[in-house]
């Protein structure tokens, strides 16, 4: 079983920035893909950003060049730095956890979720 926390969360201000960590406690060796999907008010669960045991990170087209996933494995933490935000990133932000990148490219796939994080970005 994998136990996963979100902090980091908050309100800011269209144009600013937040970091995000997800610290992952327990073990499954099955887990090599982590992950951040959001939900925003009224919308489906969307895929956010993906990062896999030593691969390449993988992002919506919503966020390329604006969030930034990474690792650091020793401290079992998944990070997403956002910049540039915008009004229409408010959403829950929620952790993920599963076996390949492909599973976790949807909510099905996911074998552990976070309880989530708020992100409200507004003037």
């Known amino acids: 079983q994998v136990h996963l926390v979100e902090s980091g969360g908050g309100l800011v201000q269209p144009g600013g920035s937040l970091r995000l960590s997800c610290a992952a406690s327990?073990?499954?060796?099955?887990?090599?893909?982590m992950g951040w999907y959001r939900q925003a008010p009224g919308k489906q669960r969307e895929l956010v950003a993906t990062?896999?045991?030593?691969?390449?990170?993988g992002y919506a087209d919503s966020v390329k060049g604006r969030f930034t996933i990474s690792r650091d494995n020793a401290k079992n933490t998944v990070y997403l730095q956002m910049n540039s935000l915008k009004v229409e990133d408010t959403a829950v932000y929620y952790c993920?956890?599963?076996?390949?990148?492909?599973?976790?490219?949807?909510?099905?796939?996911?074998?552990?979720w976070g309880k989530g994080t708020l992100v409200t970005v507004s003037s």
């Open positions: 990062i896999a045991s030593g691969g390449s990170p």
């Open positions: 993920a956890a599963g076996g390949t990148i492909v599973r976790l490219t949807t909510t099905g796939g996911v074998d552990y």
């Open positions: 327990g073990s499954d060796f099955s887990i090599n893909a």
